[in-house]
């Protein structure tokens, strides 16, 4: 009698550990086959930082991760880059992509934002086969732009760009600021390139599209904000309270828009 309770007891024991396995595997299966949706998007700048598998945020919310990145065929000078996001994730027009730094960790994720409340989904599909997401520059995008093709930009509203490490923005600031920073410049450092352009700018008054910079008081980048501030007119340096934050940069935008925007332009909304 009491083999054939041990065996009973096995009997459940083994049938229970089955159907947990059996939970699991199906709990699995529902997270693998969650419901998302491919997106493209084009950049024309380096993408240095993101890698497959980097975050994708909407509005500072994780909603999905990078899926592939390559050159675009037959068009190198293009970057492409696939993500998916989640099913629900609001991508409407007025939706635009840009690559943000983590930190000084040198990380890379996708920022979607700017959606436009009451804009319909954006579903044209794109000639790699998924919708086509805007891609947006960046404040130090447009800045490195306009110190490659100061002819072609007539001006440059920069929000909160990175400006480089604490190391490269420290050095100048110990040496005297721009105007008595000397640095030997390689080909491949796109941001003491842009710092040599807003030297030449102040120490030689090389030609220069304008540029408004705008940023919080307490931005994570504040440093190299306030030593570019010192190269441009005082009417052209914007500040708000506030940190590193979507908030202050719609503020900021908007101080903008009533300053410098011309009295009959439309409304526009704030940049991403």
């Known amino acids: 009698m009491e083999t054939r309770s041990n065996y009973v007891m096995v009997g459940a024991v083994t049938v229970a550990l089955l159907a947990g396995v059996l939970l699991f595997i199906v709990w699995l299966a ?27 945020t909407f509005s500072g919310v994780p909603v999905g991760q990078v899926n592939k990145i390559s050159l675009l065929p037959n068009r190198p000078e293009f970057v ?21 730094g983590v930190g000084f960790t040198g990380v890379s994720e996708i920022q979607l934002d700017g959606a436009v409340k009451g804009s319909r989904p954006i579903t044209q599909l794109g000639p790699q086969g998924c919708p086509v997401i805007p891609s947006s520059s960046g404040g ?9 093709y100061p002819k072609d930009v007539q001006g440059v509203v920069a929000i909160a760009p990175f400006l480089g490490t604490r190391t490269l923005v420290q050095e100048i600031a110990v040496s005297g600021g721009l105007a008595q920073w000397s640095s030997t410049v390689t080909p ?5 390139t842009l710092w040599r352009w807003a030297h030449s700018q102040r120490t030689d008054r090389a030609p220069m599209p304008e540029i408004v910079l705008a940023f919080g008081e307490t931005d994570s980048f504040v440093e190299g904000h306030r030593l570019l501030a010192t ?16 908030p202050v ?12 925007a011309p009295r009959d332009a439309p409304e526009a909304r704030p940049p991403v």
């Open 80 to 100: 492409w880059v696939r993500i998916e996001v989640d099913q629900q994730t609001p991508v409407l027009q007025g939706t635009t992509a840009q690559i943000k």
């Open 231 to 246: 190269s441009l007119p005082q009417t052209h340096v914007l500040t708000a309270p506030g940190g590193h934050r979507w």
């Open 249 to 260: 940069w719609r503020e900021l935008w908007r101080t903008f828009l009533q300053r410098h």
């Open 30 to 56: 529902g997270l693998s086959n969650k419901a998302t949706k491919c997106y493209d998007i084009y950049f024309s700048q380096a993408v240095g930082g993101l890698n497959k598998g980097s975050n994708v």
């Open 140 to 148: 130090l995008g447009a800045l490195l732009y306009a110190s490659h």
């Open 188 to 192: 491949s450092d796109e941001i003491q």
